[in-house]
């Protein structure tokens, strides 16, 4: 009985985790007609917004902080290749601004707690003293 309920157990454990890791990979949606038109911007205006990124206050202070100067900076970014400044270029739209990983952080880390708890009642492990394993 007990082989049988680890096994259903270790089942539903794979699978959550399984889930965990691909929610935020795996979505799918239309793409409306605007948004293909934004998104081929050509290779001048991609170049100017990321030049103009890079003259904001916050960005150009930050970079001088790190010991770039503004105008080396605006020399790279016209050494760009087309191909690197449209990546860019679409990358600023899905950088967080001023983003952290706490909600990641959170989930790790309740899925760790979960995995140990299970493993400690299936007497796996001996992580928890608020645990009874259930083997003997």
């Known amino acids: 009985m007990w082989q049988s309920l680890r096994k259903t157990i270790a089942a539903v454990l794979i699978l959550s985790t399984a ?4 929610v935020g990979a795996l979505q799918a949606a239309m793409i409306g007609t605007p948004a293909v038109q934004s998104a081929t911007t050509t290779a001048d205006d991609a170049r100017a917004r990321v030049r103009s990124f890079l003259t904001r206050e916050d960005v150009a202070s930050q970079m001088q902080r790190l010991g770039v100067a503004p105008a080396e ?6 050494a760009m290749s087309e191909d690197e400044v449209r990546s860019l270029s679409q990358r ?14 959170i989930t790790a880390a309740v899925l760790v707690f979960l995995v140990l708890l299970v493993t400690d009642i299936l007497g796996y492990t001996k992580v928890f003293s608020f645990t009874k394993p259930a083997k003997n």
């Open 19 to 22: 889930h965990f890791g691909f």
């Open 73 to 78: 900076a605006a020399a790279r970014v016209d």
């Open 92 to 105: 600023l739209d899905t950088l967080p601004a001023g983003g952290d990983a706490f909600g990641t952080i």
